[in-house]
């Protein structure tokens, strides 16, 4: 039995050759259904759910770049192939402009229009794929999209899992940009009080008086300005969870305030003298040392045990390494998707050059790395000719840096052991990035013993 490997819709007024088309691309296990003008495959689109639509450029009621438009409307994802009898520049142009996929002409379809089905269907595919994990990543982030498989990071998803369920004061510590309030998010939808507000503050972004306001809220007439009461994260939270990113940067004043709130969930308002109660989960994270915070005096010891309850260490990228094909794929499809490009992956001097790198600042760095090669890739399989030349300049901590580096030759020998190391050794690539012949590359390596 064969399976249906997507939906085709054929738009063509020409009845032998739109049943011709139609049996060459059943045959290729496509679900394929017809349609002899625009008004009909409109119709057909309200009703069916198509993958590709295969449209002949001139039809009884109009032409297939006007429809391509409506075509759109109707089912976005869909993609269009526009087929013609003579096709010239001008229209391919405008058709693409119009959202076609591809545009080819009618003498050519039975050498191209599989392949070009298969390609715009991988697209299809990778829309519905990104749009599927953009829900996710929306307002209801949840375990499963925390991606990888290596060991640290498995631990720390199944800690988070575990506390999740009750109602403990969570401390996510780590590095920047390893991800603390995507954790944060999905222990808040894991728990009971999913159906409330989760609310985030990043402490290091107000001055004391700010945050306070924010946090706490303040009564009519407390401040210059005050003109009406404000509600506060914490009471806007209530039942809910709040997440205080960059707890360490809390001034010591709110840290007794915050401390009242965990201990007897009430507070006071800035300018109030009667106690608002409020029932709030309360997680915190932090890149600092807090213990040390407290050594130093700047973070209280009482606060530090009470929202350290539950502590999950997030592992840098360096530390969870192997996780960074599956990270980079997921941001190539997500930023290929936003900038309409067609990728598709990666070569191999660029994945090892992504995993040999420092990555200081760990997911929120290799996103920002990805979104940049996707703009500037001009094929579609990214190499490394398209990372930052500072990427290249911080990754050659094992190359021998004691070369004395006032001759030329050693100037140019160290040049090369660092990019052919970049490279894990990959003499294409090196030679690519250098702007050099391969052949001259091979003469560089022996005339400097580089292996």
Not at 23 to 30: N, S, V
Not at 38 to 55: N, Y
Not at 179 to 200: D, L, P, T
Request: one cysteine or more; aromatic letters at 6%; a neutral charge.
């Amino acid at each position: 039995m064969t399976t249906m490997k997507g939906h085709i819709l054929i738009i063509d007024d020409e009845a032998k050759l739109r049943s011709l088309l139609a049996r060459i691309i059943t045959l290729e296990g496509f679900d394929v259904h017809e349609a002899g003008d625009g008004k009909a495959g409109l119709k057909k689109l309200q009703t069916q759910p198509i993958d590709v639509i295969i449209c002949d450029v001139k039809l009884p009621d109009t032409t297939g770049i006007e429809l391509i438009p409506a075509l759109k409307k109707t089912q976005p994802i869909a993609e269009v192939i526009l087929l013609t009898a003579y096709g010239n520049i001008e229209d391919g142009v405008q058709a693409i402009k119009n959202g076609a996929f591809d545009y080819i002409t009618k003498g050519d379809d039975n050498n191209k229009i599989i392949p070009l089905l298969y390609n715009a269907l991988s697209k299809v595919a990778l829309t519905k794929k990104v749009q599927r994990l953009e829900k996710l990543l929306g307002s209801k982030t949840s375990f499963d999209t925390i991606l990888g498989e290596s060991k640290a990071i498995k631990n720390a998803v199944s800690a988070a899992q575990k506390v999740a369920v009750t109602d403990a004061t969570v401390l996510l510590t780590g590095q920047t940009g390893t991800g603390k309030e995507v954790f944060a998010q999905a222990i808040h939808y894991g728990s009971s009080r999913a159906n409330h507000n989760f609310i985030a503050v990043n402490c290091a972004a107000f001055s004391s008086e700010l945050l306070e306001n924010e946090l706490f809220g303040h009564k009519a007439g407390a401040f210059t300005g005050a003109t009406k009461d404000a509600v506060g994260i914490f009471e806007e939270a209530h039942n809910g969870t709040v997440f205080l990113d960059e707890i360490g940067e809390m001034p010591l004043a709110l840290q007794a305030k915050l401390l009242r709130v965990l201990e007897t969930g009430t507070f006071l308002k800035v300018g109030d003298s009667k106690v608002t109660q409020v029932n709030v989960r309360i997680i915190a994270a932090t890149n600092r040392n807090l213990l040390q915070e407290v050594d130093a005096g700047n973070f209280r010891q009482d606060l530090f045990y009470r929202i350290a309850v539950f502590e999950i260490a997030l592992p840098s990228l360096t530390e969870r390494s192997s996780d960074i094909p599956a990270l980079a794929n997921f941001y190539l499809q997500f930023f290929a998707n936003k900038t309409n490009k067609r990728l598709q992956s990666f070569t191999e001097p660029y994945i090892n050059a992504l995993q040999q790198h420092p990555w200081r600042g760990n997911i929120r760095e290799l996103k920002n790395i990805i979104e940049r090669s996707v703009i500037v890739a001009t094929q579609s399989v990214i190499d490394v000719d398209t990372l930052p030349m500072e990427f290249l300049k911080s990754d050659g901590s094992k190359i021998n840096n004691n070369l004395p580096t006032f001759d030329l030759a050693s100037a140019e020998k160290l040049h090369i052991e660092k990019v052919f190391h970049y490279t894990n050794g990959n003499k294409t690539a090196t030679a690519k990035l250098l702007n050099i012949a391969l052949t001259t590359l091979y003469r560089k390596l022996e005339e400097h013993n580089i292996s």
